[in-house]
Nanobody
């Protein structure tokens, strides 16, 4: 059974930091591109960042320079370090595991991030 379990969300003031974690089980973690997406109220889900098994990263323009995605293949875990948080970063953040070659894609249950004074 595949599970992606996110943690680390919460309430933070503007300018603050949070670190999200996503622990994966039931998949060959190294074979997947891991990513973080987010969905704000009334908006579509959007890509935040991705990281390949080899460590190549991609970021949405809105988070470049503030967020850092990383992974630990030994722990089957992907992280999202979020700094200089803004109110517009408020959303439910979802972990994603993607293997496009086989059209396989998994999602976590999401973790709420709220940036507010």
């Amino acid at each position: 059974q595949v599970q992606l379990v996110e943690s680390g969300g919460g309430l933070v003031q503007p300018g603050g930091s949070l670190r999200l974690s996503c622990a994966a089980s039931g998949i060959s973690f190294k074979l997947y591109v891991m990513g973080w997406y987010r969905q704000a109220p009334g908006k579509s889900r959007e890509l935040v960042a991705t990281v390949t098994s080899g460590g190549n990263t991609f970021y949405a323009e809105s988070v470049k320079g503030r967020f850092t995605i990383s992974r630990d293949n030994a722990k089957n875990t992907v992280y999202l370090q979020m700094n200089s948080l803004k109110a517009e970063d408020t959303a439910v953040y979802y972990c994603n595991a993607d293997m496009s070659l086989l059209s396989v894609n998994y999602w976590g249950q999401g973790t709420q991030v709220t940036v507010s004074a």
